[in-house]
């Protein structure tokens, strides 16, 4: 699976952060979220489908 992370939707509200830290990350600067494993393990698909689900901005998509 690859994340799909749209940053000009990026509200900054951090939420993907919570439930997918070791996929995730926010931008010291302004908020604006980072990705950091863009193909991320069986092990963490749980914590970035939670990620993606409580995007507020629906900026965070998983592809095949």
Do not use: K, S, W
């Amino acid at each position: 699976m690859r994340v799909e992370f749209d940053e000009p939707r990026c509200v900054a509200a951090g939420q993907c952060v919570v439930a997918a830290p070791e996929v995730f990350d926010q931008r010291e600067e302004d908020g604006i979220a980072v990705v950091l494993v863009e193909n991320p393990g069986d092990e963490l698909l749980d914590g970035v489908r939670d990620a993606a689900a409580v995007c507020p901005a629906a900026a965070i998509r998983l592809t095949e």
